[in-house]
């Protein structure tokens, strides 16, 4: 596995790749690997030829008062598991590189960025669009995978792929979870023990949702009070948002209609988790 840092190194070798006829896939990732990010490695392994995997604690997404300083990293850990994951290139640029001083230049959503995630996390999408893109511009890949727990995210990078043309297939990958159900995130390290337990409400949401919607449940009132009931029953929660709509326009509906996303962000503790799933009722 190559490990590159330089931009024009990743862009020369990827080139060189795609004349030579190559599928060349992209997974974005900010490191410190699990399970989940490994799938995503993976799935691109098996549909592509060649599978770059960038590294980057990219700074513009965090705001102030967020974890950048503190967000989990292990390079020697992570260069291991790509390896073994059968990665071809590693690539990990300098902060430097990709926000040279005189940067100014911004990739900003207008619409999907103002619900959910970007409604407490101001500038959090700006942040991920313009790495996105950057990343895209870099790599050129004809593949890119991404976790469907970030599921704004997704969204959002599907929009951008579509309006600014770029021509890169966007494949969303499921949740993977823990034994217990608790989807899978670099931040889960920083549960203690309690912590990890409260965790866990946010997948019984998900499954509590889905049996109500199984049993003929359409409120979809009824089930964010449902939701809200059980997450605060825990120890150490704090709800950010219950959300209920349209997973394509992410904007909010009265009642359960086709596929609807439920998509959920609670702080337990210090720690803000999300989580989601499509609720499908059952044909009539
Ligand atoms: O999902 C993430 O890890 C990040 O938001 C991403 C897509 C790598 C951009 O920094």
């Not at 889960?188 to 946010?202: P, T």
């Not at 199984?214 to 219950?242: Q, V």
């Amino acid at each position: 596995m190559r490990i590159i840092t330089s931009i024009g190194e990743i862009q020369g070798l990827s080139t060189h790749w795609k004349k030579a006829g190559l599928r060349v896939s992209l997974v974005p990732t900010m490191g410190f690997f699990h399970d989940g990010h490994l799938a995503l490695m993976n799935y691109a392994k098996q549909h592509s030829d060649r599978v770059v995997v960038s590294l980057f604690v990219n700074p513009t997404q965090f705001g102030p008062n967020e974890d950048f300083e503190e967000y989990p990293r292990d390079p020697e850990r992570d260069r291991f598991l790509a390896e073994k994951e059968g990665v071809d290139c590693l690539f990990c640029p300098e902060a430097a590189d990709m926000y040279p001083e005189d940067f100014q230049t911004w990739v900003n959503i207008e619409g999907l960025d103002k619900r959910l995630c970007g409604a407490s996390r101001p500038g959090h999408f700006r942040g991920v669009a313009t790495i996105v893109t950057k990343l895209f511009n870099i790599v050129r890949p004809d593949l890119a995978v991404f976790g469907r727990k970030d599921f704004q995210q997704l969204q959002i990078i599907k929009r951008i792929v579509r309006d600014l043309n770029f021509g890169i297939e966007i494949k969303g990958y499921p949740i993977v979870r823990e034994a217990d159900g608790l989807a899978m995130s670099s931040r889960n390290k920083y549960l203690s023990r309690k912590e990890r337990k409260s965790a866990l409400c946010l997948f019984e949401s998900l499954k509590m949702a889905e049996h109500m919607v199984s049993e003929g449940c359409r409120s979809t009132r009824r089930l964010a009070h449902a939701i809200e009931r059980l997450i605060l029953a825990k120890p150490g929660t704090r709800i950010d948002y219950i959300f209920l709509g349209d997973p394509e326009t992410l904007t909010e509906r009265e009642r359960v209609k086709g596929e609807t996303l439920l998509a959920l962000a609670v702080y337990v503790g210090a720690t803000r988790l999300i989580d989601n799933t499509i609720l499908r009722p059952p044909k009539p």
